[in-house]
């Protein structure tokens, strides 16, 4: 069985500075991996992902996100963090030979920033 | 707005009573997901759709739990006797493609989600 562990509950940076938020994955085989983000009543909103290739993805927004297969994590990171990135951040894996695609999120990770 | 829609947005009821909830997806997405996110955690897979064809079940949907998706369109999801732990928000996506080793698989669109209270 496939599991998405996001140890910190939340995260607290300051306006401009770079910032990290983390998560592991455990899953048979090769992974492929996600980010979402989830603003205050909206929807879910997919930010990268990870197939195959170059393990540093580029998404959305200016966040970005490392492959580390050894260490089993797929960390979400951005260079300067804004106040409006203050969100619900998710990491999902999915089996690549499911067909049914369905993913397994992590618990999530609250992001404050804070100006 | 031609995102995924998502009715009622809140639904309070009493505990035993029946509820039903609508998705309309993306016009042309042929694949529809179902989620349910309980305070606190990640969003739990339901159930999928490929048209109209329901092709998986998670063991949370248990029987008192069915989901349509009549004419590959808009899905509803029904909970009969509903009990305080169905209490979540359910939540709706999809997506116009995937399959296995799809690369494109697992992006999905997601609506805002309804909110179920059991009392």
């Known amino acids: 069985a496939q599991s998405v562990a996001q140890p910190e509950d939340q995260v607290n940076v300051a306006e401009g500075n770079p910032l990290t938020v983390k998560c592991t994955y455990s899953v048979s085989g090769n992974p492929y991996l996600f980010w979402y983000v989830q603003y205050p009543n909206r929807g879910l909103q997919f930010l990268l992902k990870?197939?195959?290739?170059?393990?540093l993805v580029k998404g959305s927004y200016g966040f970005e996100a490392e492959f580390n297969k050894s260490q089993t994590s797929f960390h979400l990171k951005k260079p300067s963090a804004l106040v409006s990135d203050s969100a619900l951040y998710f990491c999902?894996?999915?089996?690549?030979?499911?067909?049914?695609?369905?993913?397994?999120f992590g618990g999530g990770t609250r992001l404050m920033v804070k100006p | 707005d031609t995102g995924v829609s998502q009715n009622p947005r809140h639904k309070i009821t009493k505990r035993g009573q029946n509820v039903t909830f609508r998705c309309d997806p993306i016009s042309e997405h042929n694949r529809l997901y179902w989620y349910r996110q309980t305070l606190g955690q990640g969003p739990e897979f339901l159930t999928y759709?490929?048209?109209?064809?329901?092709?998986?079940k998670s063991r949370l949907l248990s029987d008192r739990f069915s989901a349509e998706r009549p004419k590959g369109s808009f899905s509803t999801l029904e909970i009969q006797r509903t009990e305080q732990g169905d209490s979540a928000m359910y939540l709706c996506?999809?997506?116009?493609?995937?399959?296995?080793?799809?690369?494109?698989?697992?992006?999905?669109?997601f609506g805002e989600g309804s909110r179920l209270t059991v009392l």
């Open positions: 999902a894996v999915r089996d690549p030979d499911n067909a049914g695609n369905m993913l397994t």
């Open positions: 990870y197939i195959t290739g170059d393990n």
């Open positions: 759709f490929q048209n109209e064809a329901q092709l998986e």
């Open positions: 996506a999809s997506s116009p493609r995937g399959g296995a080793r799809d690369p494109d698989g697992g992006e999905l669109f």
